[in-house]
């Protein structure tokens, strides 16, 4: 009988002590899904990212149709003297991550890309066929106007004119030297 008992106190004490352990992995599995809710509400709720250089912006992501998703990313060095700009993309083949934080449309990058576009003389982009690969010929006025209308309309509050009308024969010429 004395055995019997023990064996029962024994049983009874060895479920007493794996019971906390299940309960501690609840919790942390509850604190866990506690902070991932809370950075993707934060992430939600944060400005689009323009550069890796913004706080936690190191890596944005910008949804595709279809569900899918592009994260965007810097892979300079530490010791690079180029002021980051997203020169990696990743297609991530499911939706975007609910904590990686959105990349707004118009970069800094794509910016300043088209304040320094000069119009090559006698440009006229609505008389220009674009052709199949209009940078081809990089100075070309096929090549200028593909890029600035591609990044004029990501960016419209970027210089390129009132009320964000695109207007590629607005951009001042500046000197020779191309862009």
Same mark, same amino acid.
């Given at each position: ?13 060895? !479920? ?32 689009? #990212? ?5 706080? +936690? ?38 939706? #975007? ?8 449309? #118009? ?36 090549? !200028? ?32 030297? +191309?862009?």
């Amino acid at each position: 009988m004395l055995i019997r008992i023990l064996a029962i106190l024994t049983l009874s004490s060895s !479920f007493a002590l794996v019971a906390p352990s299940l309960g501690q992995a609840e919790d942390a599995k509850a604190q866990a899904a506690e902070a991932a809710a809370e950075a993707a509400a934060e992430a939600s709720s944060a400005p689009p #990212c323009t550069s890796p250089s913004q706080d +936690g912006c190191a890596t944005c992501c910008r949804p595709l149709e279809g569900g899918m998703c592009t994260q965007l990313s810097w892979t300079g060095g530490g010791s690079s003297k180029t002021v980051p700009w997203y020169n990696a993309q990743k297609a991530l083949g499911k939706a #975007c991550p609910p904590d990686c934080r959105k990349c707004a449309e #118009c970069l800094d990058r794509d910016r300043e890309t088209l304040e320094k576009l000069k119009r090559p003389e006698g440009c006229v982009c609505e008389e220009t066929d674009p052709g199949v690969d209009p940078c081809h010929a990089p100075m070309s006025c096929q090549c !200028f106007c593909s890029r600035y209308m591609r990044l004029a309309a990501k960016c419209v509050d970027g210089g390129v004119g009132k009320e964000g009308n695109v207007d590629p024969q607005a951009v001042v010429e500046e000197d020779e030297g +191309g862009w």
